[in-house]
C-alpha cells in the first residue's frame, strides 16, 4: 500500500514551522528541508510533502531542546526556607517555630 502525500506551499510550511516564508525557501534552496518540484514560472511556488515538514519541526524541537539547560530534579515543597503562621490559642497569628505570642 503506498503513502499519500500530501503537499504544502512554502508559505503554509513557514507557518506551520513559524519561520518566515523567505527563510523556509532558503531552508529549501540549502537543502536543509527537501521540496517536490517547484511550480514552473519565476515565481512559482515551491510544493512539500507534509511528511517533510513535520520531519523538520521534530528536527528543530530536538535541537532547542539540547541547548537548554538540563534539570536534574525539583526542589520539594518540604526544603522551602519559608516560615508559615499557624494561628495561636487567642486568636492572633504566631510564627511556626517561634515561641507563643512572638511575631
Request: aromatic fraction near 2%.
Amino acid at each position: 500500500m503506498q503513502r499519500q502525500t500530501h503537499l504544502i506551499t512554502a508559505s503554509e510550511a513557514a507557518y506551520r514551522l513559524n519561520v518566515g516564508v523567505r527563510t523556509a525557501i532558503r531552508w529549501i534552496e540549502e537543502g536543509r528541508m527537501s521540496a517536490v518540484e517547484k511550480l514552473p514560472t519565476k515565481r512559482g511556488a515551491w510544493l512539500i510533502d507534509e511528511q517533510e515538514v513535520e520531519r523538520v519541526a521534530k528536527a528543530r524541537r530536538d535541537e532547542i531542546l539540547a541547548r537548554l539547560p538540563r534539570v536534574t530534579s525539583a526542589p520539594s515543597p518540604d526544603s522551602s526556607d519559608h516560615t508559615t503562621s499557624t494561628p495561636s490559642s487567642d486568636g492572633s497569628a504566631a510564627l511556626a517555630g517561634s515561641p507563643e505570642g512572638v511575631a
